[in-house]
């Protein structure tokens, strides 16, 4: 019949005001979630990295068990292997042909450059004495015993990324010797980007600090400000 006015049941569609109000609505509430998913992601990545970091602090307690309470440092003491590679025989996880491409327990989730394998570096660092503000880098391991206080001296700390670090992939890449901290250069603070002196401990990694793992074998995330040279000392 002409000119019948349709029941709502008889409707069919939605009128376009309708639709931009659902668009509207979708819009708001993806505005509202995404900040949070992002801030879940960034956790999620944070939770993984100090997992990594506490199970390589346990390869590097057993190591420790094995070789008389000795840990590697700067040029993983002069054996010619890198600290990550004496780790290795301890960690459940095992390179193939000598490629870290196929261990994840060297890899920070949050590291830009997802080539990158060693996302560490060591304590390499030693100090004459206490006002020593320089220091040199350490070519021999040491003996657990002499860190005087161990919960706060820095083991591992998260890798600066940038144009100055080196990309391993390898073992035997170019750089493998360059993952211990042992200069001033080296620390967050840093504006430094030479390849031997520049920065070498993340400034702004996880939430504008970096994570750290402690000769205790805890991991503790620290502001970029709170690395400073004191957390690098064996003796107090």
Known sequence: MKGRILTMHER????????????AIIALLMGILMPALQR???????????????????????????????????????????????????????????????????????????????????NGWDFKNRDDMQGTEILKSSKLSECTRRSSTIYLADNEDGPWRHIIKKANDDGNNRCDVWNPGHLPDSNSQDVTRGRRVARARHRKGSHCLFLDWHVERMAAEEVTIDLWRFKK
């Open 40 to 122: 879940a992601r960034k956790q999620a990545k944070g939770v993984m990295c100090k997992s990594n970091l506490r199970q390589v602090g346990l390869g590097a307690n057993l190591y420790a068990e094995q070789y008389d309470r000795f840990v590697p440092r700067g040029l993983a003491g002069g054996t010619g292997r890198a600290w990550f590679q004496l780790f290795m025989p301890f960690l459940a996880q095992k390179p193939i042909n000598n490629d870290y491409r196929t261990v994840d327990i060297y890899r920070c989730p949050s590291y830009p450059d997802k080539e990158q394998t060693v996302c560490y570096v060591v």
């Open 12 to 23: 069919r569609g939605f009128t376009l005001i309708e639709l931009l109000v659902v668009i």
